[in-house]
């Protein structure tokens, strides 16, 4: 199960910092996720951080958005800058069990998901 934190209402222009905790997860290659679903809208990929490092950003946010993680804490993190209204969604985190090599941006491709976390820019 994890737990993420961090939403909020905020202005556009301002910036926000999700968090999410894998307290379980042991595995040694994955893929972890952050998604987000505005109401009546199919749930979307944002970005991804997979075991060896390597990074996945969705078009609208790429420049503004920055997956991490804290392997120590078994936390990974979404840092938004430049938020738009458009942002507005609820966020998923999410973590596979075992690393993705096509389509990471695909919710189907993970297996393990947070309750989601709302976050508003107006």
């Known amino acids: 199960q994890l737990v993420e934190s961090g939403g909020g209402s905020v202005q556009a222009g301002e910036s926000l910092r999700l968090s999410c905790v894998a307290p379980?997860?042991?595995?040694?290659?994955?893929?972890v996720g952050w998604f987000r679903q505005a109401p009546g809208k199919q749930r979307v990929g944002v970005a991804s951080?997979?075991?060896?490092?390597?990074?996945t950003y969705a078009e609208s946010v790429k420049g503004r958005f920055t997956i991490s993680q804290d392997k120590a804490k078994n936390s990974f993190y979404l840092q938004m800058d430049s938020l738009k209204p458009d942002d507005t969604s609820r966020y998923f985190c999410?973590?596979?069990?075992?690393?993705?090599?096509?389509?990471?941006?695909?919710?189907?491709?993970?297996?393990?998901w947070g309750q989601g976390t709302q976050v508003t820019v107006s």
């Open positions: 999410a973590a596979s069990r075992g690393r993705i090599l096509y389509s990471v941006l695909a919710d189907y491709m993970y297996n393990d």
């Open positions: 951080l997979c075991s060896d490092a390597k990074t």
């Open positions: 379980q997860y042991t595995y040694t290659s994955y893929c």
